[in-house]
């Protein structure tokens, strides 16, 4: 059994020894990856003059799947409006937008973390913040498959240029607060009248959850999004920098001068200019040797330009195994034809896309739902039954057209398959705008019975109206023939 020291030691060991893949993965998706392929020698040839062309796919991956999660409420079992108060907590800690910073931090680095717990000053709002995998590192229970331990380790600089290690503990029942001096020891923190630093909540179970990223069996940390793109992209970035730099060397038509020597290429001033230059629109030229017969004349002759093309299909056929392996649609490629695709067969290209938004769904609805039951056990104090079948409500994950979402509503709902706030949901509306439509279907039906009730029947009794009876006309008779 280790202790709280031995716990804090081993959690930022491993997470130093994982970080570095981690800003690996980050600087791909941030386009800042090194170059690839490259020959040595030829970079050294190029020094500074030749530069990386980024074709950044790994972001338009993680961009793509992220952009179709979005949170939308969270739902009591029996009840079929998100609950309020749920809602409020959500609110208040601004997950609105960290919900989306740590869905993309998970597509891109395997996993991010959310950390409960409670706010000063404010009792009934517990404090739920999300954390990047670079701070946060947690280890697994391999009995039960929970959080056994993690911790929160960031450095602190000052002004003067000094450093300062912090770190935050987390175990099942305690939380506590640590810092590291200069002479590399681990302290326990302490209040002004000289006492630990720690919250001991006796949860029963640590108050940190990972959001991860197509979590296995043996990995239940979840892996990259970017991992089946990387090597292409890294291919894609070398052979797009290859072609400028052959537009550097042979894409403009070279001259070669035969017969000429240094010492014909001078400025107006009389100095010396080099001939034998890399730039374009410069002349190659080389001095003739002189033998029996030759009468010293000279020669020029141009090289034919390079048509690049060979690097274009290469290009090419690396997008559409990107495609292929993360379940892209071909236009999100820049794919185009003279005929554009109808809305069918778009959203038929979609639907691997989809299927895979919606399978985080599912994944990271269970990981909220935890959240929001940390956050009750917090605020009340003790466990309630119904938290255990929470629901998470998402935003629709395809495409679909208005039109189409509207006629598929409506059938549904005239069939009586579905009730009228169901039909609101599939329709995409999110729950504030559902509840101001119920409230104002409430008014309606009020307005009605007290219609009713003060004997206006006119409005009630008045029919639809009837078009007027076409009246028969005798059919014209058939003219005569002489």
């Not at 000429?260 to 001078?266: A, H, P, V």
């Not at 200019?273 to 190659?284: D, K, L, N, P, T």
């Not at 949901?425 to 104002?440: F, H, L, N, S, V």
Request: hydrophobic share 35%.
């Amino acid at each position: 059994m280790r202790t709280e020291l031995e716990w804090l030691k081993h959690l930022i060991r491993c997470h130093d020894k994982e970080k570095v893949d981690l800003q690996l993965l980050d600087s791909y998706y941030e386009g800042e990856q090194p170059l690839s392929y490259l020959a040595p020698e030829l970079q050294a040839e190029m020094d500074e003059r030749i530069r990386q062309v980024v074709v950044n796919w790994p972001q338009l991956v993680a961009d793509s799947i992220e952009e179709r999660l979005d949170v939308e409420g969270f739902r009591f079992p029996g009840e079929a409006e998100a609950d309020e108060e749920l809602w409020r907590i959500w609110q208040a800690n601004r997950l609105d937008a960290k919900s989306h910073q740590g869905h993309l931090d998970a597509l891109v680095m395997r996993r991010s973390y959310v950390i409960t717990g409670s706010r000063e000053g404010d009792e009934g709002t517990p404090l739920i913040t999300v954390e990047s995998a670079l701070d946060v590192h947690a280890e697994y229970d391999p009995q039960t498959g929970g959080v056994a331990a993690a911790v929160k380790h960031w450095c602190e600089e000052y002004a003067d240029g000094s450093k300062i290690d912090h770190a935050t503990l987390y175990l099942p029942d305690s939380t506590s607060w640590w810092t590291k001096d200069k002479t590399g020891t681990w302290s326990e923190d302490v209040d002004d009248a000289g006492e630990s630093r720690r919250d001991a909540h006796n949860l029963g179970e640590v108050p940190v959850v990972p959001l991860a990223n197509r979590a296995r069996l043996k990995k239940p940390g979840g892996v990259s999004e970017l991992q089946a793109v990387i090597s292409l992209s890294d291919a894609a970035c070398k052979i797009a920098t290859d072609m400028m730099v052959s537009a550097e060397y042979h894409a403009t038509p070279r001259r070669v001068a035969f017969g000429f020597g240094e010492e014909d290429f001078q400025d107006e001033q009389g100095r010396r200019i080099s001939a034998f230059s890399r730039i374009i629109g410069r002349v190659w030229a080389t001095e003739r040797r002189r033998g029996p017969g030759d009468d010293g004349g000279a020669d020029v002759v141009q090289f034919p330009e390079a048509q690049l093309k060979n690097f274009h299909d290469t290009l090419n056929q690396l997008a559409r195994l990107v495609a292929s392996m993360a379940g892209l649609p071909p236009h999100f490629l820049g794919y185009a034809t003279e005929n554009p695709a109808s809305a069918d067969a778009i959203r038929s290209s979609e639907s691997r896309l989809v299927k895979r938004a919606e399978r985080k769904q599912r994944e990271w609805g269970e990981a909220w739902e935890q959240v929001m039951r940390l956050a009750l056990r917090i605020r009340d104090g003790e466990w309630d039954p119904r938290v255990l079948s929470l629901e998470t409500i998402w935003r629709d994950a395809s495409t679909p057209t208005i039109a189409q979402k509207a006629d598929a509503a409506v059938k549904l709902h005239t069939a009586k398959i579905v009730p009228l706030r169901q039909t609101r949901e599939d329709m995409g509306y999110t729950q504030a705008q559902i509840k101001r439509m119920e409230e104002q279907d409430e008014a309606a039906a009020q307005s009605a019975m007290r219609r009713i009730l003060d004997g206006d029947f006119a409005a009630l009794e008045a029919g639809p109206k009837t078009l007027p009876e076409e009246v028969d006309e005798p059919a014209p008779e058939p003219a005569r023939t002489a």
